[in-house]
């Protein structure tokens, strides 16, 4: 059997959503948010800035996202 690597960024989060006791759903839809993040940014999370949050959640809300669905990036 092989091991993907998981980043420490990742493994940080999956150990927060973890402690809070989120079920499998959820750390799998945060994950994939994140992961749309990312894309959105064109580099690592890591590196974004509250403002490249806010230009994420404009895009998100533009591209007919719901608001509890944006809210969920406050927990993050």
């Given at each position: 059997m092989t091991e993907t690597a998981i980043s420490p960024l990742r493994q940080r989060m999956i150990d927060d959503m973890t402690v809070r006791h989120f079920v499998e759903?959820?750390?799998t839809d945060y994950i994939r948010q994140v992961r749309r993040?990312?894309?959105f940014l064109g580099r690592s999370p890591e590196t974004a800035s509250p403002e490249d949050m806010r230009q994420f959640q404009l895009h998100l809300t533009?591209?007919?996202?719901?608001?509890?669905?944006?809210?969920s990036w406050n927990l993050i």
């Open positions: 759903k959820t750390r993040f990312a894309a533009e591209s007919g996202v719901t608001p509890p669905s944006c809210s």
